[in-house]
């Protein structure tokens, strides 16, 4: 509540401790958690002048509550190898908000995860899912597990078993997981045969990311990378560009990178340069996707190979060192954290003019001051990589209506989202005193729709 006699500066002064305070208790309570507490912070940076306008959002503990997962399901995943060696692992779901609808986010299989990163998705993916508009809630899971050199029949009994225990755990309008990193239609069809085994029937709304031939929806393969295409698309426009013409540099060579590489080639751009995590390759006249789908998406090879087939492109085994490429626009779809403070200057010195980020959180807190101060176009991971799940919430309806859109509809609809995304980021900024801001924007807009559901479901 608003107290009587109150000036602007108390509100604001209000808001400040407000936020302090809070950002104060998480890291007590998570002080290993470094990836989780680079996501809080940066939204909180955003929310200072949402708080000074809005006190009742501190009346409602809405910070502290936002920030502390419903609910956190870690389990042992238990599998045997083709020589009949058993093998644990870690599994993790983090259903962090369902205030906006059923928990929806992917799943990761990489080393690397554990419950920080997996905290720091399910929290990017609140305000991600708000910001497309659609009745969808966020959650997060994965494994430490390394896909990495399995067999397909290791990859089917180890999903098996991750999804055995996690059966319990989601449905149709509970949960609704997807793929992320090392995950994709074929991991997502053993998940979904084992869970349809198990319940003895046939729910396709518990999964998307689905193979189009079995339940999935037509363009979700391609809608992350699209999508951050789109919203980078609007980005120019605003600044009077467009890609026709430009140089491209996108990281990874997985899920994101490949539709992002496709769509900024379709729409006149050069695509420079690629990468996986053992290194990039650069190829001046612009690298060729046939290529890198056959590599990546049919033979599951290393991107080194690619030089094997184009003699005149380069391939160097650093990946960080792809942003030292001249560019004018880079995408960075790889991971988090792969654009630090350095590759941000580097960048700018070449004279960079826009960054997309596909990933999530691909660039470091001193990597975004870095770009704010030189005013490049940013479109921040929360909105600019949200055509992904927008289109799974697309499956979702299509799976609960027992229907299926053409290829066609599903982009229009997903260019739709996108320009939608961008106008309530743009606006968002320009409302709280912040014009132009995208991160600001994205992080306030998310937040607002799911702070005012928040407050109307009472405490909880
Ligand atoms: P994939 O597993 O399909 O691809 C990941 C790619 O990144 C691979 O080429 C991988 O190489 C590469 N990579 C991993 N680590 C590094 C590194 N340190 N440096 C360079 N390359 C690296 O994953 P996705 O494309 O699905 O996901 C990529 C990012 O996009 C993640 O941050 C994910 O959370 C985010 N995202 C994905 C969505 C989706 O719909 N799939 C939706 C929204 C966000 P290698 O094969 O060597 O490991």
């Given amino acids: 509540m608003t107290k009587l006699n109150e000036t602007h500066n108390d509100r604001k002064k209000r ?104 905290k720091f998705l399910a929290f990017e993916q609140i305000f991600k899912n708000a910001l497309t508009g659609q009745p969808i809630g966020a959650g997060k899971g994965g494994s430490d597990f390394d896909p990495k050199g399995k067999s397909d029949r290791e990859i089917m009994r180890f999903t098996q078993s991750f999804i055995t225990e996690l059966s319990r755990y989601i449905g149709p309008d509970t949960d609704v997981p997807a793929g992320d990193i090392g995950v994709g239609k074929r991991e997502i069809g053993y998940m979904f045969g ?102 990546k998406e049919v033979e599951n090879k290393r991107i080194s190979e690619y030089v094997k087939e184009h003699p005149g492109a380069k391939y160097y085994d650093d990946c960080s060192a792809i942003w030292s490429i001249p560019c004018d ?39 975004m001051a870095v770009f704010h101060e030189h005013k490049t176009l940013f479109g921040p991971a929360k909105a600019a990589n949200a055509g992904g799940v927008a289109v799974s919430a697309m499956e979702m309806s299509q799976n609960s209506m027992r229907l299926s859109w053409t290829v066609e509809e599903v982009d229009e609809r997903l260019q739709t989202v996108m320009k939608n995304i961008y106008t309530s980021c743009l606006d968002a900024a320009e409302e709280y005193g912040h014009p132009g801001n995208l991160v600001m924007g994205a992080n306030i807009a998310g937040f607002l729709k799911v702070a005012d559901a928040m407050v109307a479901h009472g405490l909880s």
């Fill in 15 to 118: 808001a400040n401790d407000y936020v302090h305070e809070v950002y104060e208790l998480i890291k007590k309570r998570n002080p290993d958690e470094k990836e989780f507490l680079q996501a809080t912070r940066e939204i909180f940076d955003s929310l200072r002048p949402v708080f000074s306008k809005h006190p009742d959002y501190i009346a409602n503990g809405i910070l502290e509550r936002i920030t502390e997962p419903e609910r956190i399901i870690i389990f042992r995943v238990a599998w045997e190898d083709d020589q009949g060696k058993v093998h644990v692992n870690r599994g993790f779901r983090v259903q962090f908000n369902s205030d906006l609808g059923p928990y929806k986010g992917g799943i990761r299989f990489h080393p690397s995860v554990n419950s920080s990163i997996m």
């Fill in 194 to 295: 084992q869970y349809n085994r198990l319940k003895g029937g046939y729910e396709a709304g518990v999964f998307t990311g689905k193979d189009p031939k079995h339940g999935g929806s037509l363009g979700r393969k391609e809608a992350t990378g699209y999508g951050t295409v789109y919203f980078v698309e609007e980005m120019l426009k605003e600044a009077g560009l467009s890609f026709a013409g430009k140089k491209v540099v996108v990281s990874g060579s997985g899920n994101v990178s490949t539709y992002a590489i496709e769509k900024a080639m379709q729409l006149g751009a050069t695509v420079l340069a690629c990468s996986d995590s053992g290194g990039y390759i650069y190829d001046e006249d612009g690298i060729d996707l046939d290529t890198i789908k056959r590599l």
């Fill in 329 to 367: 626009i880079a995408l960075p779809c790889a991971t988090q954290n792969e654009i630090d403070e350095i590759a941000a200057r580097i960048l700018i010195a070449n004279g960079v003019i826009a960054i997309g980020e596909g990933a999530n959180m691909p660039c470091t807190l001193e990597a």
